[in-house]
């Protein structure tokens, strides 16, 4: 069996290639190819486990993530996001890898907000605004930088260190631009930008509706249960509405949930998966002053595609160790 940390998850899964198999694996969801929650109430915490089977053009998967999210690691100095994914072999079910977890979903994140963003932004985008300065906002202005040619990049946080941490951190790095900002107010970040990111824990809508520009793209992973909302309800009315999982994003996301129970719109307002966009079964953007919007709350066939792809390119690269099992 390998093993592979941390660092050996972030080398064996760069950026454009994640983006690329994210593609894919939201195709094979969409197309029928890709076959639990526990809450633990005492620490207000989530633990996932989820299972994936994908078969896809490039690749056979089967993989299970077992992900963890409790809110008082962080004063505890450790990370909030605690994972791992075992990785078998499809033909035999013998176990075969083990993936340090939180890494991968980092990078697994913010390549689906990377797909996301090649289908569905404007291909002329050059302004981003990210709100939240985690992880997951990291990740988020990695991918955005990947798939774009982006000369400006805004950063909001409730916690401006925070912000300043990031900026310092990652400005100028890879496809990353060095004009990195910090936002004062949520109006300064959205003033021009033509992608939007939102990665934060967030009850209430992040942003003001008015302040956003037509033709701007939003992709929105922050929010992934009943009471959590990152956009403002009529951002989300008059948007193309656009998710990961149609299933799942109407019984986890606050974002659509809350809209819904409003009466502003019904569950028909889902446009498409993004699969079905990457099939050609549904059109994408329609104009260049459109409000596209991605909702993404996960789904475990990225994660065994994500954890596929690394492990082919960490035996390439002799990443990992083996251990006997």
């Not at 076959?35 to 994936?52: C, E, N, Y």
């Not at 690691?73 to 340090?100: C, D, H, R, S």
């Not at 913010?110 to 985690?134: K, Q, W």
């Amino acid at each position: 069996m390998l093993v592979l940390t941390a660092l050996d998850v972030q080398k064996a899964l760069p950026m454009r290639e994640a983006v690329e198999a994210m593609k894919g694996a939201y195709a094979a969801l969409s197309d029928g190819r890709a076959q639990g929650r526990l809450a633990i109430p005492t620490h207000d915490a989530l633990s996932l486990f989820m299972p994936a089977f994908v078969q896809d053009d490039a690749r056979e998967a089967l993989a299970v993530k077992v992900v963890s999210l409790f809110p008082g690691n962080p004063a505890k100095g450790l990370a909030y996001i605690q994972a791992a994914v075992l990785v078998l072999n499809p033909e035999t079910g013998q176990l075969v890898a083990l993936l340090e977890g939180s890494a991968l979903t980092a990078i697994r994140t913010g390549a689906a907000g990377g797909a996301a963003v090649d289908i569905l932004a404007r291909p002329e985008s050059t302004r981003l605004a990210v709100f939240g300065a985690g992880v997951q906002g990291r990740t988020q202005l990695e991918a955005a930088c990947t798939v774009r040619t982006i000369q400006t990049a805004w950063i909001f946080d409730a916690d401006p260190q925070r912000a300043a941490a990031l900026v310092a951190q990652v400005a100028g790095t890879g496809s990353i631009p060095r004009d990195l900002r910090i936002a004062s107010t949520p109006q300064e970040a959205l003033a021009h930008a033509d992608i939007v990111c939102t990665a934060t824990t967030s009850l209430t809508p992040v942003f003001a509706d008015a302040d956003l520009s037509p033709g701007t793209h939003i992709t929105a992973v922050g929010s992934y249960t009943p009471d959590m909302q990152e956009i403002p309800p009529e951002t989300v009315a008059r948007a193309l509405v656009v998710v990961d999982s149609r299933s799942a994003a109407l019984v986890e996301s606050g974002d659509l949930i809350k809209p819904i129970e409003a009466g502003l719109f019904g569950a028909d307002h889902v446009h498409a998966e993004l699969g079905e966009i990457v099939l050609g079964r549904r059109p994408g953007r329609q104009s260049a002053t459109e409000v596209t919007f991605f909702k993404s709350v996960g789904v475990a066939v990225q994660d065994a595609i994500a954890a596929s792809l690394a492990l082919e390119n960490a035996r390439r690269l002799g990443l990992g160790h083996e251990v006997e099992f």
